[in-house]
């Protein structure tokens, strides 16, 4: 089966930037949506198609897509940021959506 | 404001069945494709099934198929998910999902805009 693969963690000193990668044999022709989960939180979406920003969500948010690889940068990365970020995508024919494990975002 | 309120959850012994509904309100339900994504305790987000507008494209997991079953009713503005055959990996919240695509021809077109709280499906003995 498709998987979509994060780094279990990343972490980052307030102020600084954040990058959380996603990784995945499709994603050359998938686009990846990300969302942000903080405890006992429903998930939100905070980019989709790669690098579109939902109303609402601030511009320190940003995606990029490069080969099978697709990165959420968070600049000037705030305390309120900690949360779990998951990527997401579909496998190469579009049958089954996919998420990736998830990244738990530390803010020092 | 978009509104999903999800219902049906609760303790079920394996083997068993259960049923999950979802009110919906806030927007044009008949005009989105929605979903059913789960999230075991302490784990991540796991896509359990999709349905388009109209009910003629639906998707499972794979860890679902045969199991579970997905319908809707634009006049109740309601989702459903059938859960037959539960095993106690399909411990989970079960969130309602609203995809943000008007036109769904793969589920490459689906992102979810909007999440309903949960509820919460333990099966056990």
């Known amino acids: 089966s498709y998987e979509l693969t994060q780094p279990p963690s990343v972490s980052v000193s307030p102020g600084q930037t954040a990058r959380i990668t996603c990784s995945g044999d499709?994603?050359?022709?998938?686009?990846t949506s990300w969302y942000q989960q903080k405890a006992g939180q429903a998930p939100l979406l905070v980019i989709y198609r790669d690098s579109e920003r939902p109303s609402g969500i601030p511009d320190r948010f940003s995606g990029s897509s490069s080969g099978t690889t697709v990165t959420l940068t968070i600049t000037g990365v705030q305390a309120e940021d900690e949360a779990d970020f998951y990527c997401?995508?579909?496998?190469?024919?579009?049958?089954?959506?996919?998420f990736g494990g998830g990244t738990k975002l530390t803010v020092l | 404001e978009v509104q999903l309120v999800e219902s049906g959850g609760g303790l079920v012994q394996p083997g068993r069945s259960l049923r999950l509904s979802c009110v919906a309100s806030g927007f044009s339900f008949d005009d989105y494709a929605m979903h059913w994504v789960r999230q075991a305790p302490g784990k991540g987000l796991e896509w359990v099934s999709g349905?388009?507008?109209?009910?003629?494209?639906?998707g499972y997991a794979d860890s679902v198929k045969g199991r579970f079953t997905i319908s809707r009713d634009n006049a109740q503005t309601s989702l459903y998910l059938q859960l037959n055959s539960l095993r106690v990996d399909d411990t989970a919240l079960y969130f309602c999902?609203?995809?943000?695509?008007?036109?769904?021809?793969?589920?490459?077109?689906?992102?979810?805009?909007?999440w309903g709280p949960g509820t919460l499906v333990t099966v056990s003995s």
């Open positions: 997401q995508s579909a496998d190469s024919s579009g049958t089954y959506v996919v």
């Open positions: 349905i388009n507008w109209k009910s003629d494209k639906v």
């Open positions: 499709a994603l050359p022709k998938q686009y």
């Open positions: 999902v609203k995809d943000i695509s008007l036109i769904v021809v793969t589920w490459g077109d689906s992102y979810f805009d909007y």
